[in-house]
C-alpha cells in the first residue's frame, strides 16, 4: 500500500519525554517510512524532576529515548518547568530544526515562549505546521472574545490539526478551524505494556491479599491526589455507600493526600486503602488489581485520561465524569463504564452504587472493542493523512 507519508522529514518539537509519546515515537520509527526527529525541550522524565502536584521528585522508570531519532534542545529559563509561559525558553531550536530541514513541523501546544517564537519562525519560511493538543470546552460557556480571538487567530497559522478525540475537535471546531484540516490521532498508549500477563496478575493476587481485598469488589482511583481530579467527592460517596462487599483503594500523592487519610480513618468501619505514587512499571499489576477504575475529575482539568486508556486495555469497567476529554470516545454509560454529572455528588453515589453490584462480565468484550480503535496504529494512520494534506515545495 502506498504510505501517503513516505519520505516525509517530520520534526517533532515537544516540552519533555513522557511515558505516553517517548513510546509512540518509537513505533512510529519502527514501522513507518516518517524520518522523524523529536526535539525535546527539557529534560523532565529523564532526569529525577520535581513535580508540584505529586510532591515529589522521581523519573520514569521505562525507556523514553531509545528506538528513535532525538537531540535536547537547550533550555535557558532560569525556572524550568512545563507549568509556566517562560518554563522553556530554547533560543538555538530554530537553528537546529534549519539545518535538520523539516518537511513539516508537529507542535505539542502553543503556550510557552519557545513554541510561539517557532510558529512566527516558521511561517516566516512557509513551513507547514501540524497542532497536537488535547484542549476541550466541556463545562465551560462560551469563551470571552479577549482570549478567542486570539486563539483563532493562532489556530490559522496552522496547516493541519492532530485532534486526539471528539470533544477535542469540537473545540478547534469552534476556534473556526476548518474540517479538512483536521485529523483524528487518537491518544493511545502502549498496548504491549498494559496487555494482561501472567507477572502481572500474579502481582495483582499478591497485592489483594496483602491490602485485605479479596473476596470484595475493588474500585481504583490512580493518580494526583489534587481538587481537580475529585479524589475527595469519590471517597465521601464511597463511605456514604459503606458497601461490605466493596473497598476502594487509592493510589497517588499529592495534596489531597492527609486529608484523604484523616478521612477515612474517620470510618474504620468502611475498607479504604492508600498505596503510594506508582511508576510506570508498577501500574498494570495496580489496574488488575481492580474490578472498577473511577477517574471523577471536574472542569477543563482532565483533557483526557489517559489512565482511562490503560485501565480499558487491562479489560478494565471505568467511572468518569462527564467533564473527563475522553469520556465520549471512550466511556460509554451501561456499555462500557459508567457516566456521572461532575457537579452532582448524588448522580456520583448512584453511579458508584450501580458500578458495585453490576454483573462485570458483559462489559469485557465491549471495552475491548472499543479500546481496540486507540492504538499507535491508528494514531500513526491520522498522522499520515495529516502529512499528506500539507503543500509541498
Same mark, same amino acid.
Given at each position: 500500500?502506498?504510505?501517503?507519508?513516505?519520505?516525509?522529514? $517530520?520534526?517533532?518539537?515537544?516540552?519533555?519525554?513522557?511515558?505516553?509519546?517517548?513510546?509512540?515515537?518509537?513505533?512510529?520509527?519502527?514501522?513507518?517510512?516518517? *524520518? $522523524?526527529?523529536?526535539?525535546?525541550?527539557?529534560?523532565?522524565?529523564?532526569?529525577?524532576?520535581?513535580?508540584?502536584?505529586?510532591?515529589?521528585?522521581?523519573?520514569?522508570?521505562?525507556?523514553?529515548?531509545?528506538?528513535?531519532?532525538?537531540?535536547?534542545?537547550?533550555?535557558?529559563?532560569?525556572?524550568?518547568?512545563?507549568?509556566?509561559?517562560?518554563?522553556?525558553?530554547?533560543? @538555538?531550536?530554530?537553528?537546529?530544526?534549519?539545518?535538520?530541514?523539516?518537511?513539516?513541523?508537529?507542535?505539542?501546544?502553543?503556550?510557552?515562549?519557545?513554541?510561539?517564537?517557532?510558529?512566527?519562525?516558521?511561517?516566516?519560511?512557509? $513551513?507547514?505546521?501540524?497542532?497536537?493538543?488535547?484542549?476541550?470546552?466541556?463545562?465551560?460557556?462560551?469563551?470571552?472574545?479577549?482570549?478567542?480571538?486570539?486563539?483563532?487567530?493562532?489556530?490559522?497559522?496552522?496547516?493541519?490539526?492532530?485532534?486526539?478525540? &471528539?470533544?477535542?475537535? @469540537?473545540?478547534?471546531?469552534?476556534?473556526?478551524?476548518?474540517?479538512?484540516?483536521?485529523?483524528?490521532?487518537?491518544?493511545?498508549?502502549?498496548? @504491549?505494556?498494559?496487555?494482561?500477563?501472567?507477572?502481572?496478575?500474579? &502481582?495483582?493476587?499478591?497485592?489483594?491479599?496483602?491490602?485485605?481485598?479479596?473476596?470484595?469488589?475493588?474500585?481504583?482511583?490512580?493518580?494526583?491526589?489534587?481538587?481537580?481530579?475529585?479524589?475527595?467527592?469519590? $471517597? &465521601?460517596?464511597?463511605?456514604?455507600?459503606?458497601?461490605?462487599?466493596?473497598?476502594?483503594?487509592?493510589?497517588?500523592?499529592?495534596?489531597?493526600?492527609?486529608?484523604?487519610?484523616?478521612?477515612?480513618?474517620?470510618?474504620?468501619?468502611?475498607?479504604?486503602?492508600?498505596?503510594?505514587?506508582?511508576?510506570?512499571?508498577?501500574?498494570?499489576?495496580?489496574?488488575?488489581?481492580?474490578?472498577?477504575?473511577?477517574?471523577?475529575?471536574?472542569?477543563?482539568?482532565?483533557?483526557?485520561?489517559?489512565?482511562? *486508556?490503560?485501565?480499558?486495555?487491562?479489560?478494565?469497567?471505568?467511572?468518569?465524569?462527564?467533564?473527563?476529554?475522553?469520556?465520549?470516545?471512550?466511556?460509554?454509560?451501561?456499555?462500557?463504564?459508567?457516566?456521572?454529572?461532575?457537579? @452532582?455528588?448524588?448522580?456520583?453515589?448512584?453511579?458508584?452504587?450501580?458500578?458495585?453490584?453490576?454483573?462485570?462480565?458483559?462489559?469485557?468484550?465491549?471495552?475491548?472493542?472499543?479500546?481496540?480503535?486507540?492504538?499507535?496504529?491508528?494514531?500513526?494512520?491520522?498522522?499520515?493523512?495529516?502529512?499528506?494534506?500539507?503543500?509541498?515545495?
Amino acid at each position: 500500500m502506498n504510505d501517503p507519508a513516505k519520505s516525509s522529514r $517530520l520534526a517533532i518539537v515537544v516540552s519533555h519525554p513522557t511515558q505516553y509519546y517517548s513510546p509512540w515515537f518509537r513505533w512510529l520509527a519502527a514501522n513507518t517510512d516518517i *524520518n $522523524l526527529r523529536v526535539f525535546y525541550l527539557w529534560n523532565a522524565g529523564v532526569n529525577a524532576t520535581h513535580d508540584p502536584q505529586f510532591g515529589k521528585t522521581f523519573a520514569w522508570d521505562v525507556d523514553l529515548l531509545s528506538g528513535y531519532e532525538h537531540e535536547f534542545v537547550p533550555n535557558t529559563s532560569p525556572a524550568p518547568g512545563s507549568d509556566r509561559f517562560s518554563g522553556l525558553r530554547n533560543p @538555538d531550536l530554530p537553528s537546529l530544526l534549519a539545518a535538520w530541514r523539516p518537511d513539516a513541523v508537529l507542535l505539542f501546544g502553543y503556550n510557552y515562549a519557545t513554541h510561539l517564537r517557532l510558529i512566527l519562525w516558521a511561517r516566516l519560511r512557509r $513551513l507547514p505546521l501540524i497542532f497536537r493538543g488535547d484542549s476541550h470546552l466541556l463545562g465551560r460557556a462560551r469563551l470571552p472574545w479577549t482570549k478567542r480571538l486570539p486563539l483563532t487567530l493562532l489556530y490559522r497559522q496552522f496547516a493541519a490539526f492532530a485532534t486526539v478525540g &471528539e470533544a477535542n475537535r @469540537d473545540y478547534f471546531r469552534a476556534f473556526r478551524v476548518p474540517a479538512r484540516k483536521i485529523f483524528a490521532v487518537p491518544h493511545c498508549v502502549n498496548t @504491549d505494556h498494559f496487555t494482561p500477563t501472567d507477572a502481572t496478575r500474579a &502481582e495483582a493476587a499478591r497485592l489483594r491479599t496483602s491490602l485485605g481485598l479479596n473476596g470484595k469488589r475493588v474500585v481504583l482511583f490512580a493518580g494526583k491526589l489534587v481538587p481537580a481530579k475529585q479524589p475527595r467527592a469519590l $471517597l &465521601e460517596a464511597f463511605l456514604a455507600l459503606a458497601p461490605a462487599h466493596a473497598a476502594l483503594v487509592i493510589v497517588g500523592e499529592g495534596e489531597e493526600q492527609a486529608p484523604l487519610v484523616a478521612r477515612a480513618a474517620d470510618r474504620p468501619d468502611v475498607t479504604v486503602r492508600f498505596l503510594p505514587f506508582a511508576n510506570q512499571s508498577e501500574m498494570p499489576a495496580r489496574y488488575l488489581m481492580a474490578d472498577l477504575f473511577a477517574l471523577p475529575s471536574r472542569g477543563h482539568y482532565e483533557t483526557w485520561g489517559l489512565a482511562v *486508556n490503560e485501565a480499558m486495555h487491562l479489560g478494565v469497567p471505568c467511572i468518569v465524569s462527564d467533564r473527563v476529554g475522553c469520556q465520549r470516545d471512550l466511556v460509554t454509560d451501561g456499555e462500557t463504564g459508567w457516566v456521572f454529572r461532575s457537579d @452532582d455528588s448524588a448522580h456520583l453515589r448512584e453511579k458508584l452504587a450501580a458500578a458495585i453490584i453490576a454483573d462485570l462480565a458483559p462489559f469485557s468484550p465491549r471495552i475491548a472493542a472499543r479500546i481496540a480503535g486507540y492504538t499507535y496504529e491508528t494514531a500513526a494512520l491520522g498522522l499520515r493523512l495529516a502529512l499528506a494534506s500539507l503543500p509541498r515545495p
